[in-house]
């Protein structure tokens, strides 16, 4: 049951304003029409974080720790617990409270916040309902998940934007149940442990990016040409593991004539997965 909104009333407030000039002071109170605030409203009314306001990020809607501020060396609010019946982490949007305060708004190497790399942008209206917060999943530790994503942005994603400014993120960090319900990935994906990102370049073909990731990147987990088929619905994933990049290199794809254009080891239920590629081919599609 949606609860009705009802009226806002804030008293307005109240100044004492003396003259400057010799001993008379003004006995007049004068009072000054003020707007609430978010946190006024919700005191008046209990009114959820998101009324009246414009969503586009993943956060807290109202949590335990709505109010919490976060020390520096803090990477991570990870008091929020999951509740069964409604996610904790809902939606941020501009000028929330909850924006100053989380740890969300902390920079994730150089061009992009944490906020931004756990958000998801998908047709169906089930998943603005996933909780989307590191961490969420138990076997998971969130302060991890944002290590992982921090040394891959660093090691990997910075540089990648520094040469193709045009970069467009796709998706980042998923949990567990956003992962299965956009299918196509499994649940030992590198998207779960923050360890992976999928990504685009505007007006460039991926065959180019791939590429250029194999001859510039000093260390990956894996690099993957996903999909070229599709022209600019293809993507390149990458994925980044402290102590344990092995440069994997991997052609996507639903084509037999690409996949035996290469001639090797394949994997995965329809055997769309070939590993070892040195080099992607644009002819090939």
Known sequence: MVKKKENIIIKPEIEDI???SG????????????TPTIIEQMIESELPWD????????????????FLNYENDVILNTLTKPTKSTPELYTLSSGSISEIYSPLEQ???NYYKLKQLISYDYKNPTFNEINNYPGVDLNYNGEQIVKNLKNLMENCVDRIIEAYPNFILISAYRSLTLNRMIGGSHDNSNHIS???IDFKISEEHTSYIFNWCIKN????????????ERGNKSWIHISYKKGQNIKRTTLASEREDIHKSYGGYRRGYKQEYQEGIVEAIQNLV
């Open 217 to 228: 990147l000093p260390e990956f987990y894996e690099l993957m040409w996903a999909y070229p």
């Open 51 to 66: 009324v009246q306001e414009q969503t586009s990020y993943i956060i807290e809607r109202k949590t335990d720790t709505q």
């Open 23 to 34: 001993n008379i002071k003004e006995d007049v109170v004068l009072h000054s029409p003020k």
């Open 194 to 196: 923050g360890c992976a």
């Open 107 to 109: 920079n994730i190497g």
């Open 18 to 20: 003396s003259f400057k």
